[in-house]
């Protein structure tokens, strides 16, 4: 198992991701689930992100959207630190 540090940052913003997506609550909550239990399931399609985020992952909610994640793979431990479609957390 792992286990996921939310920061009061990411609470900020994945209370905001809500409330503008409110359809997507129960997506979003599995992609969490699931991301503790084994963040590598082919559904999160879990990747390694380059450029100025090369020390960041991403997974998928659905094709739109994504949670981006410092994923420290010894401690066992994922840290998100955003949420949103592809072009809001990769600006």
Known sequence: ????LFTETY???????I???KSLLKQ?????????IDPFHPSLRLHKLEGKFQEV???SINISYR????????????IPLDVGTHSEIYK
Do not use: G, P, Q, R
């Open 1 to 4: 198992m792992y286990k996921i």
């Open 11 to 17: 609470n900020k913003k994945a209370a905001n991701f």
């Open 19 to 21: 409330k503008k997506h």
């Open 28 to 36: 979003y909550e599995k992609t969490l689930k699931l991301m503790e």
């Open 57 to 59: 992952y991403s997974v």
């Open 67 to 78: 949670i981006t994640i410092e994923f420290i793979i010894k401690e066992n431990i994922i």
